[in-house]
């Protein structure tokens, strides 16, 4: 096979749109079988919960690679339906992946068992079965680099930075679908608690090189910030997709809050998505009853649901949405309370 | 079952010793043979080639629960016997883990199928079949705020924290056996990308929250100065313990350095020891083969092994360590670097 | 929590209806995004491409416990819209749970933390999250040796033992939903290699304790009946749910042929859903494009799905029904082959 | 790469000696840890009881490409050295690998990722990273119809048939080491319910297929065989390698005494060395304390080991082997029963 970049990169991922199928149907199937369809069903029972009381607080966990996996949308319509309020991410699904889009770019199909070497020399990143193309990404880590070099210096949460992201998006964004621009307008904050370890990571250090009086990413603050909105919440619930860094980071805020003197209850509901087992005891795969002994997430409404993002987030996400709840449900426009 | 808080944290998780076994036999057997005992074999061998070519920095990624499991001391032998030069760890492993027993705590063996709800309430927190005195571990919170509280205001990289959590175990740990303890001792750095996802985080929140003029902790400069190293350094080799945010954060600094200006060779040797599969596309399971697309893997020194770390870490460095290849490697003393 | 055997076994599970929703429009977003969901759209388009295509016989394998999980329908709409033409199963598949549900039985939705001595002693038996009466088990394992004593001595296939099944439950079946009971009225041959590994091992067993003059069950004969199968076929395409035995001995027949003198083409198409993956070697989670270094599976069109079979089997069996290609396909009767 | 038979095939398997190495400080090591390195230390506890309790018959259960990756000799030690009554196994690791490699054949060092289509032209099969040569698998498929074209016509277990193939072996084999000739030698036997899904199936369809008064393999008869093994033994334990087949028939062998009128106790002992979970609901992957509920397994002395097996099966036998206490223990000869 002969490797043609324009040919390799010739058809784009597109993203799933929950509204133009009902899974509601299926999953009430699945509440009726076994295994992990029943499990999905149970999932997308507590979440449609959770939409319906409207004293929660929902924060959605995104760790995988999901945007370029095509779930862009899946994200979007849960922000712009006020079905969740919070976000926690991996810094790649939302500069990478999401704020990459914005500007224009696109993720590719790809195949598995590519030559790597041949794709490296044609500056074509894989994942999976997806490519990328390195040049475009090149240019969503200078335009973080154009961002920081805008603002006064000084230590900044990365919701700080991310929300700027959602307004260079507004002004010079290229592509309307993006869950940062629509966590922006819809005041949805988005926190990465290892921000650097992204596209953005690229654009800041350079910022950093290049200039003495620079702004830096303050992780803790990040913590403070979430820390304080999961105080000033009366119950909170979780939608993990993945594990990682923001599972424990969110789930961590009830420790905070306790160690701050306040007593915050622990999170009432708690979903997790995730082909990761526990067997190994790393936290991406570690049972949501295990982080009840911990005392932060509570027992009776927790569900781990173990396959792949790509094939039960639509169906979780298509269930709440027709479900139409969200309809009664008024935006927490968390965001505002920074202000 | 009656819970009993004492009777249940009454047997301590003991760390592994690789100086008293030698697994070179075993190893030379598996050589021999076929699937993952292979591919342990061939890592070891790329470990082995690693420590003898001087050149090289060996950086030693963690991730998962591994120093509760029992994997502190194999980190320490590779540090004070000279075979790696750089760390790059979860916040969790630095600080909950180690630093947690440099202060004189323990993790105890659990059991799995344990009430969570009842252990919660004794204040014992579970990691799959170990315990830990979740009242211990509020003290660990505590001492990182009176570290940060020390510090003059400013933004900090979490290798300078860490380093000063290193000095304050020399003058006031009660457990000599930290591997924080070794790498200040050895002038290895350590990184936590994600610091506040960790006990620290509480203390440093704990802190910002107090004072006015406070510390931060800047992931950008974390991502700067391993990225120095990086460039300094003539080829570079990675052990991967799991996958998760170091495995991206060092990978990414070959790029980073490009962007910088700076012609960096790719990563010329790596492994990976993990559970993870590539088939949800995230970057934990994700094959170092997939590395090379993005230039950040060289390709011919790769080795992915599937299997728990608590199996094969320690026949790993068993192996390096009796190959004895060490003895004629220099410290590179690269904390040293930053002074 | 007190056990009672009856609230325990209070809600019984339902078998999904792939009739009842239409997942095409779900698969054909999943053809555009990546991972799992990409290669579950691949899978669908080549069962489907299995449908038009006139001359290719279908043959259906299944491993795990998929009846007891609900997918009991799935199976009886394939056979009843002539989408498969020969079935390859585990014994406790067609025994266990499909024969014992047509004889009135049902499974229960159960729990996974039970305390299992307790289910023991009230005879109850759990598969996950699934409980099943033990004494209804056995007057399936009798009914099995009914069976068998009506019959001449001599040395049977599995299909023949089973055709007798499907026979006895038309004149004596308490439940018409019985993929075993269609199979017979469709003449659509079901093979168990290891037959005796099954609800009607019990029944065989006691059987041949019995009678001096007993039948047996030849697993060669199976073999030999399904490699004429193969040579008889002028394509043939496995959709394979699950890996274990029935995986393995379809794939043998191309080999078998073979070895008869046979110039049998290997399998055109073959589709696989599993979870087990690839890393260990064993037969269950090896590629299909390994099978075809075996001259067993040719490439081209093959794909496996990495998933749990409640969630991937109704989405793909859903979209090859709405596809409505069956429409235009004969039954093949294959079991006529044999009279 | 030029694929060149020859070469392709240059390099052996090798099979590991458990006497050459000496797990037992590791062992013990890993039972201060945690994870899947504290239940494999436990699983050697259990099999070492095993051995010391004379009255306990230990029946090993083998799935999983076992000989072919060099786990050949673990089995013949198990064996030689009075571990192990009675093994049940797939039929492709008695017959294509173990039986095949008595004959004189090999498996070879491979790789993974082969052009697996000029594999097929070349007559190699693969087995993930290692290579097989069909020419020779085709001489071992015509060597067991050789043995079934000299038996007495009739129905026959496996066990019976194996125990021919033991006998050929002792007269015509090329390579000694071979655990189907050291069962044959030690009156161990040996069962594969699902023999026909083997080489030997191969070679009984062609027998079938030339004579009319030929021999049949009743896989009833060895279910019945080996429920008279555990009927007769006073307590039982399991070793299972891999799940499958082998597994279930063990365990339902304790039902069938039942059912028969026979009060035999549950399997005491059971450890299982696996890479399946349990979240699929498949046999494979169920815990052991699942198999409580069905009265198949006692509850107490019970243990999963969740890694591969070529890692963890030589550090299990290598243990008991050291511990010595096979010494005292008396062969059963159990195949002596059945004469």
Same mark, same amino acid.
């Given at each position: 096979m002969k490797y043609n970049k324009k040919e390799l990169l010739n058809r784009e991922i597109k993203h799933i749109d929950?509204?133009? =199928?009902? *899974?509601i149907p299926l999953i009430e199937s699945f509440d009726d079988m076994a295994f992990q369809s029943r499990n999905l069903a149970r999932a997308c029972e507590i979440f449609d919960t959770m939409i319906k009381e409207e004293k929660c607080t929902n924060i959605l966990c995104l760790a995988g690679s999901l945007v370029s996996a095509g779930l862009k949308k899946v994200i979007i319509d849960l922000i712009e339906n006020n079905m969740i309020d919070i976000i926690v991410s991996t810094g790649a699904i939302v500069v990478d992946q999401d704020f990459f889009e914005g500007l224009g770019f696109n993720h590719y199909r790809g195949f598995i068992n590519a030559d790597d070497s041949k794709l490296q020399e044609l500056m074509i990143d894989r994942i999976y079965d997806t490519f990328i193309d390195e040049e475009d990404l090149r240019v969503c880590d200078m335009t973080t680099k154009k961002i920081a070099d805008s603002m006064p210096p000084g230590a900044y949460s990365s919701r700080e930075f991310i929300y700027l992201m959602g307004e260079f998006l507004e002004c010079n964004g290229k592509n309307p679908e993006s869950f940062v621009l629509s966590a922006y307008k819809n005041e949805v904050p988005i926190f990465c608690p290892? =921000?650097?370890? *992204?596209s953005a990571g690229f654009g800041l250090v350079f910022h950093q090189t290049e200039k003495k009086d620079h702004i830096s990413i303050d992780s803790v603050k990040d913590f403070k910030e979430l820390t304080e909105l999961k105080v000033k919440s009366d119950d909170t619930g979780i939608i993990m997709i993945g594990g990682g860094v923001p599972k424990n980071f969110v789930q961590d805020t009830v420790v905070a809050a306790d160690i701050l003197g306040v007593d915050a209850p622990m999170h009432k509901y708690a979903i997790q998505l995730t082909v990761a087992d526990e067997r190994d005891g790393a936290l991406s795969g570690s049972t949501l009853k295990e982080a009840n002994s911990w005392g932060k997430v509570d027992s009776g409404f927790e569900q781990m649901v173990y396959g792949e993002a790509t094939l039960t987030f639509p169906l979780l996400a298509s269930y709440v949405y027709h479900k139409g709840?969200?309809?009664?449900r008024k935006a927490k426009k968390l965001n505002q309370f920074f202000e």
């Open positions: 929950i509204k133009k =199928f009902n *899974s290892a =921000f650097s370890d *992204s709840n969200w309809k009664n």
